[in-house]
């Protein structure tokens, strides 16, 4: 079978239930995308290892992206980088790619944003990720995962329409979203702290602050905690998963305001999204595409590509 029963139509977010019920023989690849902040820890790999949804493989966003002249993770690869890393991870072109991460919901956005703009529409995150998937009373496996044959992959082309450069940011920087209908609303998805310039950011060296013209939406606005105990002794566990539709266009128009709201809804307004690394924009973005706004894209490098650089102009107040 191709894909799954989803066909060409796959949804953007599926549930556990709705990944467990996929029937047996479906084309189905099931992939963790888990990435953490450069100041934590944890490791993926060694976390995916210990434990993941059965069949799953693991994605290295880091390792499956384009070099960068300021040495940025996670760029977005172009189309040979990405045919090769979906062949190593058994995926075809008719796959159906359901992401996820150990957060809940973090990395995922993003992983699924690359798939969609090199035009793997068959891909899904799971809301919730693993632990989520586990709070459900779904079976994990542990050791090494099983090898997957490769499978070709042609490579396929970057929607650049979806991607922003430094150069587009800093000549959108120059106009007043006020006064100018042309302007793109950039949403920054860091914590508020970070885009004030009152928190110090998780890079060293890297200054705080934001892009003139900026709004601050905190990724997190886009989501719910929850929190789950494996069994009945050990800690609760903590993790994201999406908010309804309604509360992710409430937290919009807190940000934005009914008549930019209004804009963006309509198609008269385009958006950005940007965060620390091009990461966690990628929840934002989610968010803006669940509610139906297709005029959205990302500022690949975000915050880090940007303040690196000693020219760009930097806002350190509301």
């Known amino acids: 079978m191709s894909g799954t029963v989803f066909g060409d139509n796959c949804p953007l977010v599926v549930s556990p239930r709705q990944l467990f019920d996929l029937p047996p023989k479906s084309d189905v690849a099931v992939i963790d995308a888990s990435w953490h902040m450069p100041n934590s820890p944890r490791k993926a790999r060694e976390e995916f290892l210990k434990k993941r949804?059965?069949?799953?493989?693991?994605?290295?966003?880091?390792?499956?992206?384009?070099?960068?002249?300021?040495?940025?993770?996670?760029?977005?690869p172009t189309g040979q980088v990405f045919a090769k890393a979906c062949q190593s991870l058994g995926i075809s072109p008719k796959s159906h790619v359901v992401l996820y991460d150990t957060h809940g919901v973090f990395s995922s956005p993003r992983a699924l944003f690359m798939f969609r703009a090199l035009g793997h529409d068959r891909s899904s995150i799971l809301n919730g990720g693993l632990p989520h998937w586990e709070a459900n009373g779904c079976t994990v496996e542990t050791g090494e995962p099983k090898p997957v044959e490769p499978i070709e992959y042609p490579?396929?082309?970057?929607?650049?329409?979806?991607?922003?450069?430094?150069?587009?940011?800093?000549?959108?920087?120059?106009?007043?979203?006020?006064?100018e209908p042309i302007a793109e609303l950039v949403l920054d998805a860091r914590p508020k702290g970070r885009y004030l310039g009152t928190d110090p950011e998780p890079r060293p060296g890297l200054p705080s602050g934001h892009i003139p013209?900026?709004?601050?939406?905190?990724?997190?606005?886009f989501l719910d905690?929850?929190?789950?105990?494996?069994?009945?002794?050990?800690e609760e566990v903590t993790y994201t998963t999406l908010r309804s539709p309604h509360k992710i266009i409430e937290s919009l128009r807190s940000a934005l305001g009914d008549e930019r709201l209004k804009e963006v809804m309509e198609g008269k307004r385009g958006v950005v999204t940007s965060c620390g690394s091009g990461m966690t924009a990628g929840v934002l973005w989610l968010g803006l595409k669940l509610l139906g706004v297709e005029n959205v894209a990302l500022y690949d490098e975000s915050w880090t590509g940007y303040a690196a650089r000693e020219s760009s102009p930097i806002v350190k107040a509301n």
Do not use: C
């Open 53 to 76: 949804i059965p069949n799953a493989q693991f994605l290295d966003l880091d390792e499956a992206a384009s070099p960068h002249e300021l040495g940025l993770k996670h760029m977005m």
């Open 155 to 179: 490579p396929p082309f970057l929607d650049q329409e979806v991607i922003r450069s430094y150069e587009q940011i800093i000549s959108n920087a120059n106009r007043d979203p006020s006064t």
């Open 213 to 221: 013209h900026s709004l601050s939406l905190p990724f997190t606005a």
């Open 225 to 234: 905690t929850n929190t789950y105990k494996p069994t009945p002794t050990s």
